[in-house]
């Protein structure tokens, strides 16, 4: 699924690459208004993710807070993130089975209360929130006239067995 979230990633930040910003920060009427509000979002959430994986939380002021307005900076950081979470699971990996029965404790801001989720629970909304979002950004960049290609885990580069 990182190998998965990173070529989704890639695929889309380039054709978002190609997208004036003025229009990449046009509301659209989405979740988070814009291009760039969902990609910043996407970002926020698996910082904040990641945080609570690794005990190390992190906090914003709210789910739409704003990273950065320069697209080229978040896509940097978009970039180190996703080395961060495909490192991250490779060095958690071996030891993650014995913890996917163990809690993760957090505040969650959308219920507005402190929350324990199974990890595994967590690692599956984890990549179901990516694929959440990045569905709503695929819908936006269709409906402004830009292909983004193939969207499908099964024709990822990665190999299948």
Wanted: proline share 4%; glycine share 4%.
């Amino acid at each position: 699924m990182a190998a998965y979230n990173r070529w989704m990633n890639d695929s889309l930040y380039s054709v978002c690459a190609l997208i004036p910003d003025e229009n990449r920060k046009k509301d659209m009427g989405a979740s988070y208004k814009s291009i760039h509000g969902t990609l910043n979002h996407l970002l926020l959430a698996d910082i904040l993710w990641l945080g609570r994986f690794e005990n190390t939380p992190k906090t914003f002021p709210s789910l739409d807070y704003v990273l950065t307005d320069d697209f080229h900076e978040l896509r940097a950081e978009r970039e180190a993130t996703d080395n961060h979470i495909e490192s991250w699971v490779v060095m958690e990996g071996n030891k993650m089975e014995e913890e996917l029965d163990q809690p993760v404790r957090f505040h969650s801001m959308t219920l507005d209360k402190e929350v324990s989720v199974q990890r595994r629970i967590s690692l599956i909304h984890f990549f179901n929130h990516q694929t959440h979002h990045r569905g709503q950004l695929t819908t936006l960049l269709n409906q402004a006239g830009y292909d983004f290609g193939p969207v499908d885990l099964i024709g990822s580069p990665e190999p299948q067995s």
